[in-house]
């Protein structure tokens, strides 16, 4: 399975909000810069954790983002099923677009679901906390300005 860059990118602004120093605020800008990847596909992705309550977002000119919630409170399984639009690994997972002739007989499906259902259990066992312990070291990874050492 692969998760989309959308899920990828919520995971990063996640990680990079642990790993700032709270309640301090961080900007798009500075972690699109951090990450090397788009600043518009991460203000989508800031919009939508603020829709789901993960992120406040402080309008203003000393404005900015931060995580509302504690990382020890943000599930990395809850997270990933907000924001991947089909976890649907084959086409037979949708029964109204499936047109494999092989829809109901073939037990490749029951497979591939009880594999699906193995990997997001493992993620259900994570938290941001618990993949962002190394603060310190993400931090010097990150080499942002806006975050303070």
């Not at 996640?14 to 301090?24: E, F, N, S």
């Not at 900015?64 to 924001?83: D, F, M």
């Not at 259990?121 to 990874?141: E, F, H, M, P, W």
Request: net charge positive; aromatic share 6%.
């Amino acid at each position: 399975m692969q998760l989309t860059s959308y899920t990828d990118f919520t995971l990063r602004m996640l990680i990079y909000l642990a790993a700032v120093d709270h309640p301090k605020l961080s900007s798009i800008k500075e972690i699109a810069a951090a990450y090397q990847i788009s600043y518009n596909h991460l203000t989508k992705v800031g919009h939508e954790l603020v829709k789901l309550g993960l992120i406040q977002s402080i309008k203003g000119r000393n404005g900015g983002i931060r995580l509302a919630k504690t990382p020890e409170e943000i599930n990395i399984g809850w997270v990933v099923r907000q924001t991947e639009d089909n976890l649907n690994l084959v086409e037979c997972f949708d029964p109204e677009k499936s047109t494999c002739v092989l829809t109901g007989q073939c037990r490749l499906k029951g497979v591939l679901q009880e594999a699906l259902t193995a990997y997001m259990q493992v993620l259900d066992r994570y938290t941001l906390a618990d993949i962002a312990t190394n603060r310190s070291v993400l931090k010097s990874l990150l080499q942002s300005p806006g975050i303070s050492q």
